[in-house]
């Protein structure tokens, strides 16, 4: 499997993963012609050097996406974080440890940018995902809260 940031080419795959997801399901809209804001969200993201949109492949298809946020801040002294979001692997190609190496090539990633720690978010139903970053050797530090500004999103 190999990992590398995303194209254009490859927003329809990344969609369709997005809502390849029992708890996400219908969130997103993976028609096509898709939804013009996938492409500005994307154009958004690609122009940004401290975002990446990451695609996992496997023998030429996309099996798992995820995005890589590197975040500045004041507090542990200037320290970088990364933030890893929206991680996705292909229900058809779940259970075979993929998920496991594209979470270790983000964490490497963050490293390699010089991120003091790596964090992320999942939603609180996601019994299997807390599992699964727990056997990883993550750890439970935090709750998290959203305030919707708009209806129709995350």
Partial sequence: MIFRDATLADLPAIVALLDDDALSQGREDPSLPLDPRYEMAF????????????????????????????LPGIAFRGAWRGQIEAVRIASSVRGQGLGAQMIGWAVEQCRARGCLMVQLTSMRDRLDAHRFYEKLGWTKSHFGFKLKLHEGHG
């Fill in 43 to 70: 154009a958004d993201i690609d122009s940004d050097p401290n975002q990446r949109l990451i695609v996992a492949e496997r023998d030429g298809d996309v099996v798992g996406t995820m995005q890589l946020s590197y």
